[in-house]
């Protein structure tokens, strides 16, 4: 038996893809030791993972403004040098084998570069690397606010970089926060989502969409949606405080042939709407998984994990990516012929009629969706089989 020490960054879409490959684990004989804030102890410890809570003074990831790519960034950097100050020696101490990370979690990188033991990298969605971003609305604006940080000398002497040479010997670089690469890179969504350049790209690993949380219940009234063209609205977990987006989604489809249904977060009060139509359903949280076995069409934020569950179903989408990786995935998505994108800033009710509309009327956008169903649901089975082989062989135990 091995130890295997996993770090992760603490958002429910950076946790919820490894949990079966950490059953898996567990099931095989592993010692996992996880670390993570305590509002995830509870799904983590359900693995059979030992759950350990990070030390530290930064143990959230709050932001202003979530859309902001460069402030989360910039978050990113400063848990970083949190995490490594006050968990990095009891780490040591428990001399691992292994170190596990997803994709945010710079710290999990660079504890293991420290440490000079192996480590995979558990992406819950697309690598961002210097080739797969492409100048588009999203990107320009990051790119920009990267240069001009790069070339200031404002925070030449004090800024986490200089601070984590200083301290680690470690030069820090961009893509140790956008991707945080290793030697392997188990990305969970299938190969039919890779897009082209990854194809040249021999450090990923394809394995397939991983659902954790399959009979997640919370009594939502599903005898409602029984004999209607059912529409869900959801804009994930990070994104979802948008009360003008939901207003206008209540313009749009108030009274009209469609059953809506809206997750809005708990970041939203309900009281924020008077006088709901009939044909709407507003609640904080919803058994998302199942919900989607009821609906026609899923208007997202393009999310990995949604998009996954989405395809799972066989629904199409209307995508609203709010940054670079989500706009990567939507593109994607109109690509295989599952969802039309559509820009938030610029939606309108009548725009967003129109689209969802065009979706569930035309057959093809099903079709495609029930296609790549199969192909989805087949490979979801073995995912955290798949993924666990790989660290196995990876790590030689």
Request: aromatic share 12%; net charge positive.
């Amino acid at each position: 038996m091995s130890k295997v020490i996993i770090l992760n960054f603490p958002t429910h879409g950076c946790i919820n893809p490894l949990l079966a490959t950490v059953t898996e684990l567990v099931k095989r004989g592993e010692r996992i030791v996880y670390y993570c804030t305590e509002e995830f102890r509870n799904k983590i410890e359900q693995t059979g993972a030992e759950f350990r809570p990070y030390k530290g003074l930064i143990n959230n990831y709050k932001l202003k403004n979530y859309d902001n790519l460069f402030e989360g960034l910039k978050r990113i950097l400063e848990m970083t040098i949190d995490k490594l100050e006050y968990n990095l020696e009891e780490i040591r101490q428990e001399n691992p084998d292994c170190i596990i990370h997803d994709s945010l979690c710079t710290w999990g990188k660079f504890t293991a570069s420290i440490l000079g033991i192996p480590a995979v990298n558990l992406m819950h969605s697309y690598p961002i690397t210097n080739s797969s971003i492409s100048l588009t609305a999203h990107s320009i604006p990051l790119l920009i606010k990267i240069g001009l940080y790069k070339f200031s000398n404002k925070f030449r002497k004090h800024d986490v970089k200089s601070l984590i040479k200083k301290r680690y010997n470690i030069n820090l670089s961009i893509s140790d926060v956008l991707i945080n690469e290793e030697d392997i890179n188990i990305v969970y969504t299938s190969k039919q989502m890779a897009l082209s350049i990854y194809h040249m790209e021999n450090t990923y690993r394809f394995v397939g969409p991983s659902l954790f949380f399959k009979n997640e219940q919370n009594n939502f009234p599903f005898d409602k949606l029984r004999d209607k063209s059912v529409i869900y609205i959801s804009l994930g977990t990070l994104h979802n405080k948008n009360s003008d987006f939901y207003r206008k989604c209540l313009k749009a489809f108030s009274n009209k042939k469609y059953y809506i249904v809206i997750s809005v977060g708990f970041k939203t009060n309900l009281d924020e709407f008077k006088n709901i139509p009939k044909n709407f359903l507003i609640m904080q949280s919803v058994p998302q998984q199942k919900l989607l076995g009821y609906v026609d069409l899923f208007i997202t934020h393009a999310g990995m994990n949604s998009v996954n569950e989405a395809i799972c179903s066989g629904v199409p989408m209307l995508l609203l990516p709010h940054h670079l990786e989500q706009e990567m995935i939507a593109r994607r998505v109109e690509e295989m012929g599952l969802g039309l994108k559509m820009n938030i800033k610029n939606i309108s009710p009548e725009k967003l009629y129109k689209y969802s509309s065009q979706l569930i009327s035309d057959s093809n956008f099903k079709n495609q969706a029930l296609k790549f169903k199969a192909i989805f649901e087949s490979e979801e089975k073995i995912s955290h089989v798949k993924a666990s082989d790989e660290i196995f062989t990876y790590c030689k135990y």
